[in-house]
């Protein structure tokens, strides 16, 4: 299931950056009103959205799942790694991630969303490189509204670059999109090489890879996460953390078990932004409590 809002431009790619952005600038106006239609929030899924060689080299030197840099998000609603420091990612992988938050992107990807006043993060507040093996999942969801660490900052835009090469439909993975009442999902994108999605991340904007993944032993669906803000009084709206839901064939110990762990993560959450903890010494924590156990 895809949607009018998938989009391959085929022009030459800039040489310097692995990020092409001649080549999308041409195109910008059509994929602004592609962007700004999608349904069920504004949306777009674009093909070979990196330099294609740049975007091999970043599958080939994606950090192995046994890496100690890894923090690991394991509970009832999300089964995957995640690595947010920029100075623990490999060179090429580095580089990206500076393209995607240079001045010149962030204001590419201002025109495409019609927002103005786009920030990127270097901190990676909950992006960065995420990875998830057989079993993973991630739980239908809205993101959290605003940076831990920047209350001021307001989460407008979520940018997710595949690096699967040879990925195979049946193993899942793909990124579903639901409907605001959380009857059906709308549509769904596979997290194939060089593939992009992009979105408007707001109280409606219900998405994630729900169904536990089939891929082989040793085969991981790895992606790079980069989330954009706004600036504004952090009380104009309401302060959301992540709010997950169930899908209507969960059924009701399921749905009871996805709603008490989002009421942990919201804890955690307002703990987080208060004390300024990270996830990674949290996760250091877990995982030396379970060796003790």
Not at 25 to 46: C, E, F, T
Not at 57 to 63: D, I, S, V, W
Request: with cysteine; hydrophobic share 35%; charged share 20%.
């Amino acid at each position: 299931m895809t949607s009018p809002s998938t989009i391959d431009v085929a022009a030459p790619a800039d040489s310097c950056s692995p990020f092409p952005l001649q080549r999308w600038q041409a195109g910008l106006p059509h994929l602004g009103d592609a962007y700004r239609s999608a349904k069920p929030v504004p949306h777009i899924y674009l093909d070979e959205f990196l330099v294609p060689a740049a975007a091999r080299a970043l599958e080939q030197e994606f950090p192995k799942p046994d890496s100690d840099a890894w923090t690991h998000y394991q509970h009832q609603n999300e089964n995957k790694h995640g690595m947010t420091k920029r100075e623990a990612f490999p060179p090429q992988l580095g580089m990206t991630v500076d393209a995607l938050n240079s001045p010149q992107f962030v204001a590419w990807l201002s025109e495409l969303t019609g927002i103005p006043g786009l920030l990127a993060d270097p901190m990676l507040e909950g992006g960065g490189l995420h990875q998830s093996g057989r079993g993973g999942y991630l739980n239908v969801h809205t993101d959290f509204s605003h940076h831990h660490y920047h209350q001021n900052w307001k989460r407008r835009v979520n940018l997710i670059v595949y690096l699967n090469e040879g990925w195979q439909d049946e193993w899942g993975g793909a990124i579903e999109l639901w409907d605001s009442s959380m009857r059906h999902c709308v549509a769904k994108y596979p997290p194939r090489l060089n593939c992009a999605f992009l979105f408007n991340t707001n109280d409606i904007s219900y998405h994630g890879f729900p169904t536990p993944l089939t891929c082989p032993e040793g085969v991981s669906r790895k992606s790079l996460a980069l989330y954009y803000y706004t600036v504004e009084s952090a009380a104009h709206t309401p302060v959301r953390s992540t709010n997950y839901r169930a899908r209507p064939e969960d059924g009701p110990v399921k749905s009871a078990l996805i709603w008490l762990d989002k009421k942990a993560v919201d804890l955690y959450s307002r703990a987080k932004a208060r004390f300024g903890f990270s996830d990674e010494f949290v996760s250091r924590v877990l995982a030396l409590l379970s060796r003790k156990k």
